[in-house]
């Protein structure tokens, strides 16, 4: 089973690394040109970094440039982009698949676990990560942290573990530094503690992932659109992981596989009529693993649910945020609130209630790597706050993962057996 949430920030890094590796590469003119256009087309730029302090740190890149490996210009630009405070802008800094280390990460509340692996270390997968290379996982995560825009700690928990399997990366801080790497796990009866994996090879294409079947409803349903269950309880169940869909895809030029993306709009129909059956008494509207897309279409769809009496009452909408609920997502929680009587359940948001966003993009001329950077600012509350906390705080343990349950949808049947 391949679970798509383990690549998600991966993906959004990643870029076609071929033509760079044996290629000289004007870094110089990219940091020129990057000091140029970046203030040209962000939204506002200077923020957060004064425009002194933008030249000054543009002037220390260009300085170390000539000396420095690809991959460190590369880290550093991208470390630079991070400081200047915009979760959406970024360089997509690349990485080759030979650079995975063969396990994937994800974070719980007792630690970071090993949620994918290739089969060739099976005895990995479930261990709790503590070490790479002798250094402790905390200490890896913060280095890993200055290559990203850190707004909470729900973002924090969502990204940074995705990063600890990425070798480049790793030996960008000096966590790597020969041709293996040694990873320490919590010790299991019978089972190393140590394991010693090969550093830039060709990736196995044999993994062993968690068994969808037995996982809890949430996890089972991301890698969809949107996905709705209406329960035996009368908890309508209607997970909706991108604010996108075929309308959305169509609209922005994509001509090919339209088929095979959901509609939106049915998805809306469904949801609709199904909450006019009587057998459904609340309804759980799951967005924790959205990272976002474009809102219009969910805030218009929220605006329906809301003129629905039976269910928008105290009680009858429980809305799901979590660390990966971020920038359009995020609007559309916000719509909930101000058009219902939503409560909102599960962990703080990866991202802010106002932020910058509406994504454009231009490539830098002599590395070819993409910048991406917003074009607006979301002001929608009159205060600054950096993440939108839930109304009952409800975190997934390890336990409750392996175990196929969630945690969510259990609190929220005891609160409903409050209200009875």
Known sequence: MKQSFVFTFLLL??????????KLIDWRGDIEYLRVMLPARHANIYFKVPKAEYEKGLDALAAQAADATNLENRLRIQQFIASLGDSHTRLQWGYKSTEILPFHVGYFTEGYFINGVEKAYESLHWRR???INGTPI????????TLITIDNVGMFRSRIPTMMSVASTLRFFGFIDSDSVYIQVAPKAGMPDTYALPVDRERSKDWLYPDRSKLAHCWRGIG????DTLMSDGLYFVQYNICGGREISKKYGKKEGLAEIPSFKEFEKRVLK??????VKTLVFDMRFNGGGASAQGTEMIKKIAKNKKINRKGGIYVVIGRQTFSSAILNTLDFLQNTDAILIGEDTGGKPNHYGEIRSFDLPSSGLRVVYSTKYFVKEATERPTIEPDI??????????NGIDPVLERIRVELGKRQ
Do not use: C, G, K, W
Not at 274 to 279: G, I, W
Not at 393 to 402: K, L
């Open 13 to 22: 890094l990643a870029t076609s690394l071929a033509a760079q590796e044996h």
């Open 224 to 227: 969809t659109y949107f996905n």
């Open 274 to 279: 199904t909450l006019n059956r009587p057998e």
């Open 393 to 402: 705080r409800v975190e997934a343990s390890f336990q409750d993962y392996i």
């Open 138 to 145: 905390e200490q890896v995560a913060d280095s890993l942290a």
């Open 129 to 131: 990560l503590t070490h």
